[in-house]
């Protein structure tokens, strides 16, 4: 049986280099992505990265449009698919998620993942938070998604901004049974 795939969608929040460092892993793991940007993302990327919205394209093995309301991963029998992954989330993603606003294909292939019982993660980042906030992640979590905001872990002794970028991914992997090379977990005192 092939190795399921994951989606990815990258939104407009600061942090856009989690959901590059997430991809280029996946791609070292031979696990195929199906990305989705939304138009912030692609102008946080350049703001935030040294990479080109193509060079971030092509370390997908599939890429679709933002209005693309007919890709494949718009339907619930679309097959081969282990769960998806929002990483950065903006509070407008997380918005549209909650409500089920299905008004463009992140947001419909989110609410896909969830009415199929898929694992769908949502790294929300925003700081701090406000009771809106909070009520939207807490109406995502009651629709079966598991939120994880990027809080950096220090029990790995991270060295470097990169450390904790790679200890996240790991992270948000390992909720996919997904073991990532060199990830380096806590082992008790």
Same mark, same amino acid.
């Given at each position: 049986?092939?190795?399921?795939?994951?989606?990815i969608g990258i939104s407009g929040a600061s942090g856009a $280099?989690?959901?590059?460092?997430?991809?280029?892993?996946?791609? &070292?793991? %031979? +696990?195929?992505?199906?990305?989705?940007? #939304? /138009?912030?993302?692609?102008? &946080?990327?350049?703001?935030?990265?040294?990479?080109?919205?193509? %060079? +971030? @394209? %092509?370390?997908?093995?599939?890429?679709?449009?933002?209005?693309? $309301?007919?890709? =494949?991963?718009? #339907?619930? #029998?679309?097959?081969? !698919? @282990?769960?998806?992954? $929002?990483?950065?989330?903006?509070?407008?993603?997380? /918005?549209?998620?909650a409500n089920s606003f299905n008004v463009n294909i992140l !947001?419909?292939?989110?609410?896909?993942?969830?009415?199929?019982?898929?694992?769908?993660?949502?790294?929300?980042?925003?700081?701090?938070?406000?009771?809106?906030?909070?009520?939207?992640?807490?109406?995502?979590?009651?629709?079966?998604? $598991?939120?994880?905001?990027?809080? =950096?872990?220090?029990?790995?002794?991270?060295?470097?901004?990169?450390?904790?970028? @790679?200890? &996240?991914?790991?992270? !948000?992997?390992?909720?996919?049974?997904?073991?990532?090379?060199?990830?380096?977990?806590? /082992?008790?005192?």
């Amino acid at each position: 049986m092939p190795n399921p795939g994951m989606i990815i969608g990258i939104s407009g929040a600061s942090g856009a $280099i989690y959901g590059i460092r997430l991809l280029e892993t996946l791609r &070292t793991m %031979q +696990v195929d992505t199906h990305l989705i940007l #939304s /138009s912030a993302a692609e102008r &946080t990327i350049g703001l935030e990265t040294d990479y080109s919205v193509d %060079q +971030v @394209r %092509q370390l997908a093995t599939v890429c679709y449009e933002l209005d693309d $309301i007919a890709a =494949p991963v718009s #339907s619930g #029998s679309f097959k081969g !698919i @282990r769960g998806m992954v $929002i990483l950065p989330c903006s509070i407008k993603t997380l /918005s549209a998620l909650a409500n089920s606003f299905n008004v463009n294909i992140l !947001i419909r292939a989110a609410d896909v993942t969830l009415k199929e019982r898929r694992k769908l993660v949502v790294a929300v980042r925003e700081t701090p938070l406000h009771r809106g906030h909070l009520e939207l992640m807490m109406r995502l979590t009651d629709m079966g998604a $598991i939120l994880f905001p990027p809080v =950096p872990a220090f029990y790995h002794r991270p060295e470097t901004l990169e450390d904790i970028v @790679r200890h &996240t991914i790991g992270k !948000i992997l390992d909720l996919f049974d997904l073991e990532v090379p060199n990830f380096k977990r806590w /082992s008790g005192v």
